[in-house]
């Protein structure tokens, strides 16, 4: 087991987890699935923060499937702002736009 997953089993992740789940009342910023198994993404990666340690803002909530299209364009070094998204929210239609982009 890797030191990442270590701190996602962490008392003060799972709090800050839950707070930006409720906040997006439990469904995927990008296409309102309720369904899916609702991941945490964080909107940038600062390898000196803990997950817990991100401002609720730079957190959203995304199903599964959304999350993984995230990491495959940031994988292939697609910026997703350029495509439309916002670092605050990213609605249904801007993300609609990214997956057919």
Not at 68 to 81: A, R, S
């Amino acid at each position: 087991m890797n030191d990442y997953s270590e701190l996602l089993k962490d008392p003060r992740w799972q709090k800050k987890r839950l707070e930006i789940l409720e906040r997006d009342k439990f469904q995927c910023r990008a296409c309102e699935d309720i369904t899916t198994t609702l991941h945490i993404h964080h909107l940038f990666c600062d390898y000196k923060l803990k997950p817990w340690e991100y401002n609720n803002k730079e957190l959203l909530t995304l199903c599964k499937n959304c999350h993984g299209i995230l990491y495959l364009l940031h994988k292939n070094n697609i910026d997703i702002y350029q495509l439309g998204a916002i670092a605050d929210c990213i609605t249904k239609q801007e993300f609609i736009n990214i997956k057919s982009g």
